[in-house]
């Protein structure tokens, strides 16, 4: 049976109209895919994928937060670290100037220079303590407490050790002097301990960094991992939408076509009354 003529429902423009809104929609949602680079952009699209992939952009947040953290605890650590070295070094010279101290040939003039020496490098053991600060923190001076620095996104925490290099080491070295051999030997006993302290400082200081650094390095593979789980979770294939772009755009030219053919029809009825 032939398909009934009308000028009151015109059949033809309607599946023409339908056809041309799908392909409208789904030409609308191809084109977000290309702009944006997703193939799930909000929920409306894929609640569940959306959902997990809110998550895990939650995680690679927090675990930037922590990375955040641990670069100021590296600061900390690291500076900590330069002034303990520094300490160290000097050291090395305080001890030279105190055996230089012992020989009994020495005049008093010359004991008197050395001893002078010696106190104005026992002062830059000072002058290097008290500046070993970053952001405000100082984990060589007197009072000092741990560092806690967050490691986890749960809240884990590595510490920082104080190093009291200002009671442990120069503060020994105050009271010592170099007025003659005697207290010479008396100062040289103690540099040699306190030499000791400042040595297990650096390796406690040392292994508290390495902690954070080997923390960061882990945090990053963890950080990348959760992008690219995210990106097979909702990143859009381009190139198969880039086709799939050009063939609804040549559909909707042709649904286009199509329905100005349709709203033709009631123009070709009214030629049967002519």
């Known amino acids: ?16 109209l339908r056809n041309l809104n799908a392909t409208n929609t789904e030409l609308n949602k191809v084109q977000d895919r290309v702009s944006t680079g997703l193939r799930v952009i909000g929920a409306k699209d894929n609640a569940s994928t ?32 330069s002034g303990a070295t520094a300490v160290s070094n000097i050291l090395t010279d305080i001890k030279a100037k105190v055996i230089e101290g012992l020989n009994p040939a020495n005049t008093s003039d010359q004991q008197a220079i050395l001893a002078a020496d010696y106190v104005e490098l026992v002062g830059q053991v000072l002058n290097f303590v008290q500046n070993a600060e970053f952001n405000g923190q100082n984990q060589l001076i007197s009072g000092a407490a741990a560092v806690a620095i967050i490691a986890d996104k749960d809240g884990g925490a590595l510490t920082i050790r104080a190093q009291d290099l200002e009671g442990t080491a120069y503060s020994q070295l105050n009271v010592q002097n170099l007025t003659n051999t005697s207290s010479a030997s008396a100062a040289l006993t103690q ?66 076509q199509t329905l100005s053919i349709a709203n033709s029809s009631p123009q070709i009825l009214l030629g049967l009354f002519n």
Do not use: C, P
């Open 191 to 256: 540099v040699n301990t306190v030499i000791n302290t400042v040595n297990t400082a650096l390796g406690q200081l040392g292994a508290d960094n390495r902690s954070l650094d080997n923390q960061d390095t882990f945090l990053a593979e963890i950080k990348d991992a959760l992008e690219e789980g995210i990106g097979t979770l909702v990143d859009a294939d381009l190139a198969k939408e880039s086709a799939r772009l050009q063939a609804l755009q040549v559909k909707q030219q042709l649904s286009v």
């Open 50 to 81: 959306f959902a997990i992939a809110q998550g895990i952009r939650g995680d690679i947040k927090a675990t930037s937060a922590v990375q955040q953290g641990l670069s100021q605890g590296k600061g900390i650590a690291s500076v900590a670290i």
């Open 1 to 16: 049976m032939a398909g009934q003529n009308s000028i009151n429902t015109n059949i033809g423009a309607l599946v023409a």
